[in-house]
Every structure is written in structure tokens, then in C-alpha cells.
């Protein structure tokens, strides 16, 4: 699951979520990022205690909405603060049969361009997956998780991930199952082609008011001999397919103009709600 935005989540969606953790008790739960609308305490506060209270393996990743936006200070030299009641499970390593989750770094506290709000893939963090995936046990695949899809599309120069296409092309190398990520607020389900090789893109809605044309929802992953499976969980019950946008977007915001990919479903709202 991804894009919670607390402070402006949608409660309904997120009880149902509980209800079906509660109910089918999945190995894991990947979370990435983007807990909070402004990363303000009290977002904070109602992000951690609801991860807590999942009774199952969690780990979360790091969003740009979860850097501090209005303490600079805090922002470059302690972003993970507000995290601290829930660290353990932050950029956590989770081992499953056959498989591991591992975490990869995509959100930053600065950059070199004007728009934060995109992913940047430094050297170090990009070592830092590797590492972890070189050390996994013969046999185990890895299933990277991130909040920004790694691709650099855009024009101008802006790229969405700074980074992503040589990110993508490493995890070519290894095998990756498949790349978990969130950001854009649509699902979708891609391959991407490498030098290497090609790579699994796999990304989740969110469970926010920010729609952007998809309802509120979240991914079922099931792992088995024959691969992962992908089903995109939602209240209306419309079909995997359908929510699924056929192509990452250039940024994170509602289609607005032509070209730019919309779920089949076509819930595309008429403005952002307000955030105060």
C-alpha cells in the first residue's frame, strides 16, 4: 500500500484495510511512503499508531510528503524524527519463503532542482540495495520496494527519479522479482526494458482523498512457483485491469491533459481537495 496521507486519508478506506489484515493475514504489508500530507506531528502521530496497531511484519519506506516541510533544520538534519515510535520498522528487511523485501531510498531532503517532490536515487543508497540484495541467501529473490518509480520520464531534463534508469538497470542484474512503489497515486503493473535486461515495475494507489483516477485501493501480491500475481484491491470492487493506468505519468498529480495515462477507470476528480 502507499500514499496514506494522513491528514487527509480516507478513514473508510483505511478501516477497511484493518479489516482485511485482520481477516487474511498476509506475510508481510510493504508501505510505501508517503504517510503524511505535511509531515506535521499530528499526522505523524496518527500514521504511527495506526502501522502499529498491525498485527502483522511491516516495513515502510520513506516519502517526499514525509520530510519535514516547515523545519528546515529538522528537515537536513533530522528527517526521520517523527518516524522514531515506529523506526524499527522503517526501511526495514523483511525475509519471506523464497523471497525478501528490501528497501531502496528514492525520497530526499534536498536537491539539485527546484521541484523536492521527485525521487533522486544517490550512489549510496543505491550500494546500500545492492548490498543487501548480494547478501541475500541462494536461492532468495528480492522484491525492492521504494516510493518513486524508477523511471526518468519527463521532459526538459526534470526526470521523475534521478538515478532510476541506472537503479533499474543493477536490479536487472539481480533478478528482482519485481520493484514495489507508490507516488502517483494510480496502480499499475510494467515492464521496464533495461541494457540488462528487463525489470518489474509494480506500483500501488493510494488510500487518501488525493485521487487521481482510480478509487482509493491497495495491492494483493501473491508469490508462488509460477511468479507474483497482482490484484489491485478496492471498496467498488472494480476489476485489476481497470485500475490500472497503463503507463507512469510525469508526475503525481490528476491527468489534465491529453496523452496522459488514465486508469480504465476514469475516476479522475475535478480538483484536489483542499489541504489547510
Not at 536461492?139 to 525492492?144: H, K
Not at 526534470?158 to 520493484?179: C, D, F, I, P
Amino acid at each position: 500500500m502507499s500514499d496514506i496521507h494522513f491528514g487527509l486519508e480516507d478513514q473508510r478506506a483505511l478501516d477497511w484495510v484493518v479489516a482485511e489484515i485482520a481477516e487474511r493475514r498476509p506475510d508481510a504489508v510493504a508501505i510505501t511512503g508517503d504517510l503524511t500530507m505535511r509531515a506535521r506531528h499530528h499526522e505523524f502521530t496518527a500514521a504511527c499508531e495506526w502501522i502499529s496497531a498491525l498485527d502483522v511484519p511491516v516495513t515502510v519506506e520513506i516519502g517526499n510528503h514525509d520530510m519535514p516541510y516547515f523545519n528546515p533544520i529538522e528537515r537536513f538534519f533530522d528527517p526521520y524524527r517523527r518516524f522514531r515510535s515506529i523506526e524499527g520498522v522503517v526501511e526495514k528487511e523483511i525475509d519471506l519463503p523464497g523471497a525478501a523485501i528490501v528497501p531502496l531510498k528514492t525520497a530526499a531532503r534536498a536537491q539539485w532542482r527546484l521541484n523536492w517532490s521527485k525521487g533522486w536515487i544517490t550512489g549510496a543508497a543505491l550500494k546500500e540495495c545492492l548490498d543487501s540484495i548480494d547478501a541475500l541467501p541462494v536461492g532468495v529473490r528480492p522484491i525492492v520496494a521504494c516510493h518513486h518509480p524508477l523511471v526518468e520520464v519527463g521532459t526538459h531534463g526534470t526526470a521523475l527519479t534521478r538515478g532510476g534508469n541506472n537503479a533499474l538497470a543493477e536490479l536487472a542484474k539481480r533478478n528482482v522479482l519485481a520493484v514495489l512503489s507508490g507516488h502517483v497515486h494510480d496502480a499499475f503493473d510494467l515492464v521496464q526494458d533495461t541494457p540488462n535486461g528487463k525489470v518489474r515495475m509494480i506500483g500501488a494507489g493510494t488510500l487518501s482523498q488525493r485521487l487521481r483516477s482510480s478509487p482509493p485501493s491497495f495491492n494483493e501480491l501473491h508469490l508462488s512457483d509460477a511468479g507474483l500475481k497482482v490484484v489491485v484491491r478496492n471498496l467498488e470492487q472494480v476489476p485489476s485491469e481497470d485500475m490500472m493506468i497503463p503507463d507512469v505519468p510525469e508526475d503525481a498529480l490528476p491527468p489534465r491533459k491529453p496523452g496522459e495515462p488514465v486508469a480504465p477507470v476514469g475516476r479522475i476528480p475535478a480538483e484536489d481537495p483542499p489541504v489547510h
